[in-house]
């Protein structure tokens, strides 16, 4: 159809590619230059290169009378090469955001005693030595030890410990932990900088910083193909100049080189991988923050793992229940009863299995809580403790027989409550982080890929080593404090490990900043989520082996990709030169070169879709608990850190 207005289709089109030249593809000049300046050469000069060439020579060719020009190939190829700089950049996150979550941890303001007088002050104005009243369910300002009172601790968000702790005078707390039960006076020991929390932060802050991101082989690749660019376009012009062929004809075999040599193919060759990549692990619910992350999950020959909410579910059930001197079932009754009436963790693992089992509800009365002890309460006439050794010492109750079973269980690495009926024990119920259900097939899944796995927990050994034996975990790494699991990364990296970390709290904020791939669980805090560069949405660690799959897939149509893009330039660059134009009468004109360079496109894009052929692990559904049907799995929500 021809051009309106009576304009020369040259014309017409030189006025549609000037928004695009000048706006669009402003990027790439602009980024060329910056470069030549600092002695280099990237893909933004050869994208300069490429579209510069091409457009300035339909230029003189327009204005010297019309011909053929290539406007419409430098417009394609800006847009290409603008999309896979888009893909890019709009999956890149910062740390800045990350680090701002962990400073909204710590409470705003600090209740300090003053003169017997609880004033409420800025969290900022708390001083070592002060004072500091602490009431159930608030935050603990800053880290301090107990003057007086007993309560329990959750120390989840900053240790990643799934069980309350136990706090007496004497004993250590943590800024930003969450007191639950009883009322504390703390002494301040360490604020501001000098915090427990702070220090989480400025190590997310220096792991970040000293992560410097890999050398993509297309930089590399790049920078010799524009070196090839430049040097083949000018030789090409002056040889053909002193063959004598004049001006145009000699232009005409440069720009052919120049126009052979654009990154069209090589451009697209790693971002295209990773669109499909990404897209795919999209679809299993793994999010790659960025190119870096696909990429550097092939090079991964170590995944470590935290125990609490990665491996395991993160909240305690019951395992073990010991009877004696009564049934099973009237036990769990007379303990449910007890234990509806409080708020602690273990309480509400205690009320789930009498549910599961059916027991009737019983009424109670006089129930009272006794902090870092258990709790008592009369049931249908009768008294009902249930509580730690502490609590049956403070009754005393004794245990006879049960001590030995409360002693196995306890070395096992579970919780061991103790259940006392009028002045007489019958029975302990044992209770433990229970693991996830596809945790097992997981770390099975990444022993296939030849994949070495760590477990790294602050829980004590016994507790770790029970999930471990359970799983068939290769290396198990307990009793760590929260400062100290990014120096554990590290010293594996020291080691020569490639490492990759998967983790879900606060605590493995560091840890996953320090490792070469941090992975999150989704269901884990914003924290975590910012500071990883993989999220696991469905908070199944199974998916860790579909990222190492993906990544591996990815890396290997990526290295094809820019073997055929290399190797075609390598080919196409002579027959565009002319080489065989004397001898042969073959040459190459640039429209031909423009579909030949698409040609090559297609060739990339097809080889990157059949990375959709990759097999991954199959989904597992997790076990519906007996005697019930599994409802559908929820969806999980987004988590804020990757909107």
Not at 415 to 436: C, E, K, S
Request: hydrophobic residues 50%; glycine residues 10%; aromatic residues 4%.
């Amino acid at each position: 159809m021809p051009a309106p207005f009576g304009l020369r289709d040259d014309v017409f089109s030189l006025i549609l590619s000037l928004p695009v030249v000048f706006y669009s593809a402003w990027i790439f000049f602009d980024g060329a230059f910056r470069a030549l300046r600092a002695r280099t050469l990237d893909m933004m000069v050869l994208v300069a290169v490429a579209v510069g060439a091409g457009w300035l020579y339909s230029v003189v060719v327009t204005f010297t009378g019309g011909g053929e020009v290539f406007y419409e190939a430098a417009t394609v190829l800006t847009t290409f090469v603008l999309l896979g700089h888009w893909l890019e950049m709009r999956a890149r996150g910062g740390a800045t955001d990350a680090v701002r979550t962990l400073l909204e941890l710590a409470p705003s303001q600090a209740v300090v005693l003053r003169d017997g007088q609880p004033v409420e002050v800025p969290t900022s104005e708390v001083v070592t030595g002060d004072l500091l009243l602490v009431r159930p369910g608030a935050k603990i300002p800053v880290d301090a030890v107990v003057e007086e009172g007993e309560s329990e601790v959750d120390e989840s968000m900053v240790t990643g410990e799934s069980m309350p702790v136990e706090k007496a005078p004497g004993a250590d707390v943590i800024g930003a932990s969450i007191n639950t039960t009883g009322t504390l006076r703390v002494r301040a020991a360490r604020v501001g900088a000098d915090t427990a929390l702070a220090q989480i932060v400025k190590m997310v802050q220096e792991a970040q910083n000293s992560k410097a991101p890999g050398q993509r082989l297309a930089d590399r690749a790049a920078f010799w193909l524009v070196f090839v660019a430049l040097i083949g376009g000018t030789v090409t012009f002056a040889v053909w100049m002193l063959a004598g062929v004049g001006v145009a004809q000699a232009m005409l075999f440069a720009i052919t080189v120049v126009v052979i040599t654009c990154p069209d193919a090589l451009g697209l060759a790693t971002p295209t991988a990773i669109m499909v990549g990404t897209g795919m692990g999209a679809k299993r619910g793994v999010l790659f923050k960025n190119a870096t992350a696909l990429e550097g999950m092939a090079r991964i020959d170590t995944v470590v793992m935290d125990k609490t909410g990665t491996l395991t579910k993160g909240e305690p059930e019951v395992t073990d229940v010991v009877a004696a001197g009564m049934g099973e079932d009237e036990m769990l009754a007379l303990v449910a009863a007890v234990e509806r009436e409080s708020e602690h963790p273990l309480a509400r693992a205690i009320d789930r299995r009498a549910a599961e089992r059916g027991v009737p509800v019983l009424s109670v009365s006089e129930f009272l809580n006794v902090p870092g002890h258990g709790a008592t309460a009369t049931v249908d006439g009768r008294r009902v403790l249930v509580g730690n050794l502490r609590l049956m010492a403070r009754e005393n109750v004794e245990l006879g027989d049960l001590a030995v079973s409360r002693d196995e269980l306890a070395a096992s690495g579970r919780t061991a409550v103790l259940v006392a009926v009028d002045g007489r024990a019958v029975g302990v119920i044992a209770l433990a982080d229970a693991a996830r259900d596809t945790a097992a097939a997981a770390v099975a899944a990444l022993h296939e890929s030849g994949i070495e796995v760590v477990m790294l927990s602050g829980d004590n050994e016994a507790t770790a080593l029970r999930i471990a034996d359970q799983l068939g975990i290769d290396t198990v790494i307990a009793e760590v404090l929260p400062g100290d699991k990014a120096n554990k990364i590290a010293e594996l990296q020291q080691a020569g490990k490639r490492v990759a970390m998967v983790g879900d709290g606060v605590n493995d904020a560091p840890a996953l900043a320090q490792a070469d791939i941090g992975i999150a669980i989704g269901a884990g805090t914003d924290v975590a989520i910012e500071t990883a560069d993989i999220v696991l949405m469905r908070s199944d660690p199974l998916d860790v082996s579909v990222a190492l799959r993906i990544g591996k897939g990815t890396v290997g149509k990526e290295r094809q990709n820019l073997a055929w893009a290399i190797g075609y330039n390598v080919i196409a660059l002579p027959i565009a030169a002319g080489v065989f134009y004397p001898a042969f009468g073959l040459m190459l004109r640039p429209e031909i070169a423009a579909l030949s360079m698409s040609g090559s496109t297609v060739i990339v894009t097809v080889n990157a879709l059949l990375l959709k052929q990759l097999r991954l692990p199959a989904q597992q559904a997790p076990a519906a608990p007996q005697g019930q049907a599994r409802e559908p799995e929820p969806t999980a929500p987004v988590p804020s850190g990757i909107r």
